[in-house]
């Protein structure tokens, strides 16, 4: 979008074609009449002020910084702090059904999820059992979209036998981007493969796309189940996850358990965990009660 030349080039523009209507207004009476010298003085005039106005804008240095109609710098977008990555996190108000916050999420760990991925699963795309591989240690370690860049806090909630984490923080932008769209591939790669639990036991992982809410700049969805054994029993492990960008910061919401999938608790967690983050790098305060509940 160009940019209008400030007042004092306009004045300077406005004097050089003062100038040149002078000028030629002396000149007049050379020939062609008074009619033609008008004309003249006022072509020349023109010209004269379009030549001032395109030599001031190629003295004017290009990066200057872009100011509002006030004048006032444009603001940046915020970068997440380690405060700001605490406020954001989720609170048992922002969650309907009875969520109770527990202080050791950071220790969570479902050994379901801990396995060998079969590579003969793979015989015609052997690169897609590292995708898996990483799918099923990313889940264990909560840690899917790679070492944040900046600060980081995370917290989680108890339901029965299932389980909601969500994770905020800082990330690599365009490190960011290719994780999303790693997570995009993952249906058509890992729709469906086997892996080996530390004592030889199989394991039956299936992955498919998970509808994700409208939240954030970008997001992704995954719906993730391990058909195995818990204490000599067969157990069936559900996982929804959730990943949401906004600007270089990210949420990740995974729920789930052994009860069943939690698709529905993810997504009222990701509404309102988006919404946190979103005003803690507008600069504001998440409210305690959030009035946008159903």
């Known amino acids: 979008m160009s940019r209008r030349p400030s007042q004092p080039v306009r004045l300077m523009a406005s004097a050089l074609a003062a100038a040149a209507l002078l000028a030629t207004a002396a000149c007049s009476d050379d020939g062609g009449g008074p009619g033609a010298a008008s004309d003249t003085a006022a072509a020349q005039a023109r010209a004269a002020e379009k030549d001032a106005e395109r030599d001031a804008a190629e003295k004017q240095p290009t990066g200057s910084p872009a100011t509002s109609p006030t004048g006032s710098p444009t603001a940046s977008p915020a970068t997440l702090t380690e405060s700001g990555a605490k406020a954001a996190l989720l609170t048992e108000a922002d969650l309907e059904g009875g969520w109770n ?3 050791d999420a950071d220790k969570w760990r479902d050994r379901l999820l801990v396995g060998e991925v079969d590579v003969s699963d793979f015989l015609t795309a052997k690169t897609d059992a590292a995708d898996c591989q990483r799918l ?6 909560d840690d899917l979209l790679g070492e944040p860049s900046g600060p980081s806090a995370l917290t989680g909630f108890e339901q029965g036998d299932s389980r909601l984490l969500e ?15 790693w997570m995009d591939s993952l249906p058509q790669k890992c729709d469906q493969f086997t892996a080996t639990g530390e004592a030889g036991e199989k394991r039956t992982v299936q992955v498919t796309e998970a509808s994700a809410p409208e939240a954030g700049d970008a997001r992704e969805g995954l719906h993730v189940t391990v058909r195995g054994t818990a204490a000599d029993n067969p157990a069936t492990l559900t996982l929804d996850l959730v990943a949401v960008r906004v600007g270089t910061s990210a949420l990740t919401v995974t729920g789930g358990g052994l009860d069943g999938d939690e698709a529905a608790s993810v997504d009222q967690a990701v509404r309102q965990g988006t919404e946190r983050l979103k005003t803690v790098l507008d600069g504001g305060t998440p409210s305690p009660r959030p009035t946008n509940l159903d």
Do not use: E
Not at 136 to 141: A, H, I, K
Not at 170 to 181: F, I, P, Q, V
């Open 101 to 103: 916050q527990v202080q």
């Open 136 to 141: 099923l240690d990313g889940l264990y370690r």
């Open 167 to 181: 994770q905020v923080a800082a990330y690599d932008r365009a490190g960011l981007d290719d994780t999303l769209k």
